[in-house]
């Protein structure tokens, strides 16, 4: 079983870059499952129902979230029909949508579980918690459990992966759009990423437009964020995993960048 996981997608020069990189690298490196972090698909922040469908155009397989889950409105329309849209699960009861969901894959089940980190990040339910809830739960129904981890601080994720290590198959980080050089399997056997990284403008900071960020630092003031254009970056993994020993064999850096 071989899976890729793609960092977050920021604005329409991610997009495009998504639709062209992934089903390229779906063909020659034989992926059996695509799931990628989403949230600043639509102008940086948030969905759209276009923004969505091009990710699934694509090639998506299950669509992950974060603290910019809700910043279109559009989304409201379709997070409760869509199966593989989630967002993080530590939102208070009540909140739309869903926080996991199981994937049907050619050879097994992928549980995909979204949790959002709280060092300086808005308010949420404990994410350790929530995970054990969510492992309780998916005991029987998933053969592959795979948790995106949408949080700032690389010491929250590190120990996100520790405390899951052996009970997780797959954690990666997500929302700081800098891959980390620290893909690696633990300890306990679980493949690990402090941060996947972002499909995005090279040009560009974070995926913003560079003179709106240091125009923002230089000045103190407030600034109306953009994001970039241009020839884009594309951040991943590829996790292969061993479905008869059910443990991750390889993780796998992915970095490719368009043509100027």
């Known amino acids: 079983m071989?899976?890729?996981?793609?960092?977050?997608?920021?604005?329409?020069?991610?997009?495009?870059?998504?639709?062209?990189?992934?089903?390229?690298?779906?063909?020659?490196?034989?992926?059996?499952?695509?799931?990628?972090?989403?949230?600043?698909s639509a102008g940086g922040k948030g969905y759209t129902r276009k923004a969505l469908d091009e990710l699934y155009a694509g090639g998506?397989?299950?669509?992950?979230?974060?603290?910019?889950?809700?910043?279109?409105?559009?989304v409201f329309s379709f997070v409760d029909d869509e199966p593989f849209l989630i967002r993080p699960a530590n939102y208070p009861a009540g909140t739309p949508g869903k926080g996991v969901c199981v994937f049907p894959a050619k050879t097994a089940n992928i549980g995909v579980l979204n949790?959002?980190?709280r060092s300086f990040m808005p308010p949420m339910d404990c994410p350790f918690q929530k995970a054990d809830e969510i492992l309780a739960a998916l005991e029987g129904q998933a053969d592959i459990i795979v948790l995106d981890?949408?949080?700032?601080?690389?010491?929250?994720?590190?120990?996100?992966g520790h405390y899951l290590d052996g009970r997780a198959d797959i954690i990666v980080g997500t929302h700081t759009h800098v891959q980390t050089a620290d893909a690696r399997i633990l300890p306990g056997g679980t493949a690990y990423i402090t941060d996947l990284g972002m499909v995005?403008?090279?040009?560009?900071?974070?995926?913003?437009?560079?003179?709106?960020?240091?125009?923002?630092?230089?000045?103190g003031m407030p600034v109306r964020f953009e994001t970039a254009e241009g020839p884009a970056e594309y951040?991943?993994?590829?996790?292969?995993?061993?479905?008869?020993?059910?443990?991750?064999a390889t993780i796998e850096p992915i970095l490719l960048r368009e043509a100027g």
């Open 235 to 248: 951040a991943a993994v590829i996790v292969d995993i061993d479905v008869a020993g059910k443990r991750p």
């Open 200 to 219: 995005g403008a090279q040009d560009s900071v974070l995926g913003v437009r560079t003179d709106l960020v240091i125009q923002k630092f230089r000045t």
């Open 149 to 160: 981890f949408h949080a700032e601080t690389t010491s929250e994720k590190l120990a996100m």
């Open 115 to 117: 949790l959002s980190g």
């Open 60 to 74: 998506a397989d299950v669509v992950t979230s974060g603290n910019h889950v809700w910043d279109k409105k559009d």
């Open 2 to 40: 071989r899976i890729l996981l793609v960092g977050d997608v920021v604005g329409r020069a991610g997009r495009r870059a998504f639709r062209s990189f992934t089903p390229r690298l779906r063909a020659e490196r034989g992926i059996d499952a695509v799931i990628v972090n989403g949230e600043n």
